[in-house]
């Protein structure tokens, strides 16, 4: 689904809203333990924001993530995307939204180590069923637009960490998704390198992605137009930020 036809479906919702999650609970149950990774989330993301979700080790941030992501599913609660509920939906309807409309970028990069930059970002097209010929001609202009198109023809393993960032960026956005998910899209990365992948998410938002981010970092967070930070799995605090950078 292109986003014109996204933006369709957000006029047609009654609430306007990308995402909005109503009582979200997550819990985990073993014979002896039951542990909460989430408690009563409410949260409401619009087409075109940037938010990044932010809290110490073991907070719930990744399980937020999962869950938005439609990787995990919720214990109790309401999680609507588009409008449509999720939060009981069966999987088969699940993988066919998460393959419409979600995109993941990945701390690791997740690149397939023995294809190169080119068959890389063309596997975010794989499972989309576009013509051999179009996923090359958008792989092409994804790369360039990356600015990774004199690296086409080489391994993840011969490109600098900032190298493989940008090609699973490439790839995440050759699908055109309507939301970009990032867990640490900076983590592995030194200062410039890590720079510049937000300066790119940035960007990104700024033509219209819309981006949810998990971070540790305080200055990563400042490039979100908004932060939501978590404790205990509850959100505690919501701020907007003056500037999309530090």
Do not use: W
Request: glycine share 8%.
């Amino acid at each position: 689904m292109h986003r014109a036809e996204t933006l369709k479906d957000l006029n047609e919702n009654e609430t306007g809203s990308l995402i909005r999650l109503n009582a979200l609970s997550k819990v985990y149950r073993t014979e002896s333990v039951e542990t909460a990774a989430l408690a009563e989330v409410d949260v409401e993301i619009g087409q075109g924001d940037f938010v990044a979700i932010t809290g110490p080790s073991g907070c719930g941030k990744s399980t937020l993530l999962n869950i938005i992501g439609l990787l995990d599913s919720p214990s109790s609660g309401s999680y609507r995307f588009l409008g449509e509920e999720l939060a009981k939906t069966p999987e088969p309807r699940l993988a066919e939204v998460r393959r419409q409309h979600i995109a993941f970028i990945f701390q690791n990069f997740n690149l397939i180590d023995e294809l190169n930059v080119r068959e890389n970002v063309e596997f975010g097209l794989f499972f989309h069923r576009v013509p051999a010929a179009e996923r090359r001609r958008r792989a092409t202009a994804m790369m360039e637009r990356m600015e990774i198109a004199h690296r086409a023809g080489h391994k993840p393993s011969q490109l600098s960490g900032g190298q493989q960032q940008r090609v699973a960026v490439a790839r995440a956005l050759i699908s055109d998704p309507t939301l970009i998910l990032a867990d640490e899209p900076a983590g592995n990365l030194d200062s410039k390198n890590g720079g510049e992948v937000m300066d790119l998410l940035r960007a990104l938002n700024e033509e219209g992605a819309t981006i949810l981010m998990v971070t540790h970092s305080a200055e990563h967070a400042g490039f979100a137009k908004r932060e939501i930070s978590l404790a205990d799995g509850r959100v505690i605090a919501e701020r907007t930020h003056q500037e999309t950078h530090p």
